[in-house]
């Protein structure tokens, strides 16, 4: 089932959870999502377990209770991918096939490549680089960098 309610920093934390797979403290949430404030983690935990996603245990940490499919994402064991990114590997693969036909056009003479074809090449490098850029956008969001323990 799809939760359309998971969004921002509420989809930042749900995130973190699963990636985490452990039980995780207000404070642990609040430096691995890179919140603000504890007050801040805690008021998205309560909306995650009130969604029914998490739970506490007996020691007060949350764990994860219902890995949920959220619109626009893939799960890949841990990661949440965004959609994007698999549309993006479709348009490498036929900007690939594309120019793989350019250059054999310069080795077998009898094949030619026209304007037309070039222009459809130039608009799958547009298209993919966008893809790719959007995806990767998506995908920083959702897994912000780690904060190292000094």
Do not use: C
């Amino acid at each position: 089932m799809a939760n359309n309610n998971l969004e921002g920093n509420t989809l930042n934390v749900y995130a973190f959870i699963v990636r985490t797979d452990k039980p995780v403290g207000t404070r642990e949430v609040t430096r691995g999502a890179e919140l603000s404030s504890t007050s801040v983690a805690h008021r998205h935990l309560q909306k995650l377990e009130n969604m029914g996603l998490i739970e506490r245990d007996n020691y007060g940490n949350y764990i994860l209770k219902e890995k949920s499919s959220i619109d626009g994402h893939v799960w890949i064991g841990k990661n949440l991918v965004p959609r994007l990114m698999f549309y993006s590997l479709f348009f490498i693969g036929a900007f690939a096939a594309e120019v793989s036909i350019i250059l054999l056009s310069f080795v077998i003479e009898s094949l030619v490549v026209e304007a037309g074809f070039l222009f459809a090449t130039v608009i799958t490098l547009v298209s993919m680089l966008l893809f790719v850029m959007e995806g990767v956008k998506l995908h920083r969001k959702l897994n912000p960098k780690r904060v190292k323990n000094k």
